[in-house]
């Protein structure tokens, strides 16, 4: 709603309709809520084929009527709003998704301004403006579970260059009891190669929620996402970590990762949050299995403000 204020135009994103998609490789999560995060419906497809997907997303919007809409997607995603395929994915194996116009579909169908950029921004968003980093200036959201990705915040700014971040394919020491070889289709051993659910579940021939007991899985676990923890406190200094996804379900991994990050640092980032308050700095979601569609619904909020004033 737009108002009359002391003779300037506000906008009011607290009580517009607002549209939110989390759209995962498996689901499509889908809400109607509002700017201050509050979800009052929600739907869920499966990712099949866009032609199937797509417009039953696009149904559920119109019969709710949402001022704006908000997209958190799997990527890679093209977030340059400089680029002309701004808001598309870009290069994915999955049938039909391929250069998948997100926003210029969404935009032409419903008619509303649309917001939009990763899954894992979107958590890290929704995370800082109501979840486990509310009150600071940035945070790092990561997710474990079918693939490894991460967002990054800083003074209020995603960080993203050319392109976002890939922070789940990078490279890390082996541990010298782990001789699976490693499944990412790139790199085969990166982080994501060798940490992410699927390759749990290729190392020992089990899911991870099955393993629950075995220490050396998770020990192997913990050794990875430790070592990619401490690159990224090094490179981004992130005010606060937040790990979720499937994987994160296995509390365990978190006293381990914490007490692993501290021994790989070995004392050379000597600040509070890490040296004495780690249980605070690594931490899980705030919002459970809500951060990606709050921030969505965060980022339709912008997207009607900047629309709406220009
Ligand atoms: P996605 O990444 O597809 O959005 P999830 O974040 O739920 O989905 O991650 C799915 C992965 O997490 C799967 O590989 C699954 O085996 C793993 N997973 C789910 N629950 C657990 C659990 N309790 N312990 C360990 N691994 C789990
Ligand atoms: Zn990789």
Not at 46 to 75: N, R, Y
Not at 259 to 271: I, R, S, T
């Amino acid at each position: 709603m737009i108002k009359l204020y002391k003779g300037k135009y506000i906008i009011e994103v607290n009580t517009l309709k607002l549209g939110a998609i989390e759209a995962g490789g498996t689901k499509f999560v889908c809400a109607v809520g509002n700017g201050e995060g509050e979800v009052f419906e929600r739907m869920k497809v499966d990712t099949d084929h866009p032609d199937k997907t797509i417009p039953a997303v696009i149904e559920f919007f119109k019969t709710h009527q949402v001022d704006a809409l908000g997209i958190a997607s799997f990527g890679p995603v093209d977030v340059d709003k400089d680029s002309p395929t701004y808001g598309n994915i870009t290069s994915t194996p999955k049938p039909g998704w391929k250069d998948y116009p997100f926003i210029s579909h969404f935009e032409k169908e419903l008619n509303i301004p649309v917001g939009f950029t990763t899954d894992v921004n979107g958590a890290a968003l929704g995370e800082l403006t109501y979840g486990a980093a509310k009150g600071l200036d940035g945070c790092l959201y990561i997710t474990v579970g079918t693939g490894i990705g991460a967002g990054a915040i800083s003074n209020h700014q995603l960080v993203q260059g050319f392109s976002h971040p890939e922070m789940g394919h990078i490279l890390v020491r082996r541990h010298p009891e782990d001789h699976y070889e490693g499944h990412c289709p790139f790199h085969k051993d990166c982080l994501e190669g060798l940490a992410a659910g699927p390759a749990i579940e290729a190392r020992w021939g089990k899911k991870g929620h099955l393993l629950t007991d075995h220490a050396l899985a998770w020990e192997i676990e913990a050794d990875y996402l430790a070592q990619a923890l401490m690159q990224y406190i090094l490179v981004l200094a992130p005010k606060r970590i937040i790990m979720g996804g499937g994987v994160m379900k296995q509390e365990r991994l978190f006293p381990l990762i914490r007490e692993k990050v501290k021994d790989l640092l070995n004392g050379y980032v000597a600040f509070p949050q890490v040296a004495e308050h780690i249980d605070d700095y690594i931490v899980p979601p705030g919002l459970g299995d809500n951060a990606g569609i709050t921030g969505a619904l965060i980022l339709a909020g912008e997207a009607y403000k900047t629309v709406k004033v220009k």
